[in-house]
């Protein structure tokens, strides 16, 4: 399944990394994932792997702050989505369908989101999820949707809080999908896209 | 995997039938719409639908145990292998033009001479206080979802119904301890599930209860019942059924019964031609994948006569 939907990527996407060079079974696990992407994409897709020490400049370039990190950025180079875990389980749906966006498949949300990108401001999108999460994949792909679609003025982060715990003690999580913007009050559950939309707006 | 972009898809075309659902019911119907090469897509707003929340699903017929989730993504790959497209949206309304229906969401327009509506139902709430306010903060509706976050907790689970039974079973895997609170005096859960339930060592059942309140402090702390008694649970797991997504069809005239679901004839059909509906969201006596499929293939056989009389012209 993985080989026949990284197969509809139409132009070659590079995706930079950012591993830990310390912890080498992690990074050994991760580069392993990575190539299994890799190696099914009929050479569309590419990551560049940056192992992380003290001295590497990229943790300050990219503003890095917990490894595995992974940044895309959308055709005119500016930064809209990263994953703070390797996806894995239900998260490798809505990461490929997000590279298939990427790679230069229509974005179903792009017409409406240009339509009021002048009333949305910059914001940065948190997506709390888990790979257990039945209803998050559908709005990680919506996220990743409108951060694609937005010019750059939308980030989206998704984060598998239980990769990273601290994350979710600091909103103190118990539920998923969790979604906060710009650190405003969060909004919990699977959220209608017009419902998202209206958020960016008001916000 | 599930086509979500605008690949494949073509505004201007009107569809012979478009589906609105994820789940079995609707995926279903356009596997056998595509069959008859119908010109089918299908909008959903929740790929999946609820069963792909249920953890373990054993009543499938030919698979003997699988999750919903999985049992959803065999669905998918038969829907990708005949080249079904799917787009994650919802319709809000649905107007009749000549002879076919424009069909609105918030984001695009689409047109279809046929309609399934296999829209599902959404968890029924209990409706006491307490509920609103600590939703995401300890009451929690999918225990697939949330289950990892109660790890060696204390939780209890509201309903007597097999979704109750199959959620406390799940819960029962990591918490210290599962209540199930129940209004009645006999689970109605399969008796395979029962017989689970009554075997595990930290499940624990209290009969003819209800709860009237959820108490905590930024988090669930405890729940009162109804004869005065308090209860500390770190969670609250709301099962007590589900209602029926009907307002879409309520908006374009389409009867529905007291319980809000959709009256259909053994062919699927509605009171309006060329609108049919199935699954949980119809008036079927029996919720079940299984049975929700079969509304869906015939409301797809019935789909497929209608626009076939119609005589168009392509």
Same mark, same amino acid.
């Given at each position: 399944?993985?080989?026949?939907?990284?197969?509809?990527?139409?132009?070659?996407?590079?995706?930079?990394? +950012?591993?830990?060079?310390?912890?080498?079974?992690? /990074?050994?696990?991760?580069? &392993? #994932?990575? %190539?299994?992407?890799?190696?099914? *994409?009929?050479?569309?897709?590419?990551?560049?792997?940056?192992?992380?020490?003290?001295?590497?400049?990229?943790?300050?370039?990219?503003?890095?702050?917990?490894?595995?990190?992974?940044?895309?950025?959308?055709?005119?180079?500016?930064?809209?989505?990263?994953?703070?875990?390797?996806?894995?389980?239900?998260?490798?749906?809505?990461?490929?369908?997000?590279?298939?966006?990427?790679?230069?498949?229509?974005?179903? +949300?792009?017409?409406?989101?240009?339509?009021?990108? /002048?009333?949305?401001?910059? &914001? #940065?999108? %948190?997506?709390?999820?888990?790979? *257990?999460?039945?209803?998050?994949?559908?709005?990680?792909?919506?996220?990743?949707?409108?951060?694609?679609?937005?010019?750059?003025?939308?980030?989206?982060?998704?984060?598998?809080?239980?990769?990273?715990?601290?994350?979710?003690?600091?909103?103190?999580?118990?539920?998923?999908?969790?979604?906060?913007?710009?650190?405003?009050?969060?909004?919990?559950?699977?959220?209608?896209?017009?419902?998202?939309?209206?958020?960016?707006?008001?916000? | 995997?599930?086509?979500?972009?605008?690949?494949?898809?073509?505004?201007?075309?009107?569809?012979?039938?478009?589906?609105?659902?994820?789940?079995?019911?609707?995926?279903?119907?356009?596997?056998?719409?595509?069959?008859?090469?119908?010109?089918?897509?299908?909008?959903?707003?929740?790929?999946?639908?609820?069963?792909?929340?249920?953890?373990?699903?054993?009543?499938?017929?030919?698979?003997?145990?699988?999750?919903?989730?999985?049992?959803?993504?065999?669905?998918?790959?038969?829907?990708?292998?005949?080249?079904?497209?799917?787009?994650?949206?919802?319709?809000?309304?649905?107007?009749?033009?000549?002879?076919?229906?424009?069909?609105?969401?918030?984001?695009?327009?689409?047109?279809?001479?046929?309609?399934?509506?296999?829209?599902?139902?959404?968890?029924?709430?209990?409706?006491?206080?307490?509920?609103?306010?600590?939703?995401?903060?300890?009451?929690?509706?999918?225990?697939?979802?949330?289950?990892?976050?109660?790890?060696?907790?204390?939780?209890?689970?509201?309903?007597?119904?097999?979704?109750?039974?199959?959620?406390?079973?799940?819960?029962?895997?990591?918490?210290?301890?599962?209540?199930?609170?129940?209004?009645?005096?006999?689970?109605?859960?399969?008796?395979?599930?029962?017989?689970?339930?009554?075997?595990?060592?930290?499940?624990?059942?209290?009969?003819?209860?209800?709860?009237?309140?959820?108490?905590?402090?930024?988090?669930?702390?405890?729940?009162?019942?109804?004869?005065?008694?308090?209860?500390?649970?770190?969670?609250?797991?709301?099962?007590?059924?589900?209602?029926?997504?009907?307002?879409?069809?309520?908006?374009?005239?389409?009867?529905?019964?007291?319980?809000?679901?959709?009256?259909?004839?053994?062919?699927?059909?509605?009171?309006?031609?060329?609108?049919?509906?199935?699954?949980?969201?119809?008036?079927?006596?029996?919720?079940?994948?299984?049975?929700?499929?079969?509304?869906?293939?015939?409301?797809?056989?019935?789909?497929?006569?209608?626009?076939?009389?119609?005589?168009?012209?392509?």
């Amino acid at each position: 399944m993985i080989r026949q939907e990284l197969g509809k990527l139409q132009k070659p996407i590079t995706l930079k990394v +950012f591993i830990d060079k310390k912890n080498d079974l992690e /990074s050994k696990e991760t580069s &392993s #994932i990575l %190539k299994m992407y890799e190696e099914n *994409s009929e050479g569309k897709l590419r990551f560049e792997i940056n192992p992380l020490n003290e001295y590497n400049n990229s943790l300050y370039k990219y503003q890095i702050d917990r490894v595995p990190t992974i940044i895309m950025n959308d055709a005119e180079g500016n930064e809209c989505i990263r994953y703070f875990a390797i996806p894995q389980g239900s998260e490798v749906k809505p990461f490929i369908q997000t590279l298939q966006i990427l790679s230069g498949r229509k974005n179903y +949300f792009e017409e409406a989101l240009k339509e009021n990108l /002048s009333n949305i401001k910059a &914001s #940065i999108i %948190k997506v709390m999820v888990t790979k *257990s999460c039945a209803y998050c994949p559908e709005l990680v792909n919506m996220v990743s949707q409108f951060a694609l679609g937005s010019s750059g003025k939308i980030k989206a982060e998704i984060i598998d809080i239980l990769e990273n715990p601290d994350i979710g003690n600091m909103y103190d999580i118990v539920t998923v999908p969790y979604i906060v913007i710009n650190n405003s009050d969060p909004l919990i559950g699977l959220i209608k896209p017009n419902e998202l939309l209206e958020r960016l707006l008001e916000n | 995997m599930f086509n979500i972009d605008m690949e494949g898809i073509d505004l201007e075309k009107i569809y012979d039938l478009i589906v609105l659902g994820g789940g079995p019911t609707a995926i279903g119907c356009a596997i056998y719409a595509k069959r008859f090469a119908m010109e089918v897509l299908i909008v959903g707003k929740t790929y999946g639908g609820l069963i792909a929340t249920t953890h373990i699903v054993e009543n499938y017929p030919a698979i003997t145990s699988i999750s919903g989730q999985g049992l959803m993504d065999m669905f998918k790959e038969h829907m990708d292998s005949l080249e079904i497209p799917y787009i994650s949206d919802e319709i809000s309304r649905i107007t009749k033009v000549n002879d076919h229906f424009e069909l609105h969401s918030f984001f695009q327009n689409f047109k279809a001479y046929s309609v399934l509506i296999a829209t599902g139902s959404i968890r029924r709430k209990l409706g006491i206080p307490g509920e609103n306010e600590f939703a995401g903060k300890g009451v929690s509706y999918c225990a697939t979802c949330d289950g990892p976050f109660y790890k060696d907790k204390v939780v209890c689970v509201i309903g007597g119904s097999d979704s109750a039974a199959k959620e406390a079973l799940f819960l029962a895997q990591n918490t210290k301890k599962v209540y199930i609170i129940y209004r009645g005096n006999d689970l109605r859960a399969e008796p395979i599930n029962i017989k689970r339930v009554l075997e595990s060592n930290n499940i624990e059942i209290i009969y003819e209860t209800n709860i009237v309140e959820i108490i905590g402090e930024g988090k669930v702390k405890s729940v009162i019942f109804d004869n005065g008694e308090k209860l500390e649970v770190d969670g609250v797991f709301i099962e007590i059924g589900s209602i029926p997504n009907s307002d879409i069809a309520k908006n374009v005239g389409v009867e529905t019964n007291e319980h809000n679901e959709i009256k259909i004839n053994r062919k699927s059909e509605t009171n309006i031609p060329g609108i049919f509906a199935a699954g949980d969201v119809a008036d079927a006596p029996f919720k079940q994948a299984i049975t929700g499929v079969a509304e869906g293939v015939i409301a797809a056989y019935s789909a497929f006569d209608y626009v076939k009389e119609m005589n168009i012209e392509y």
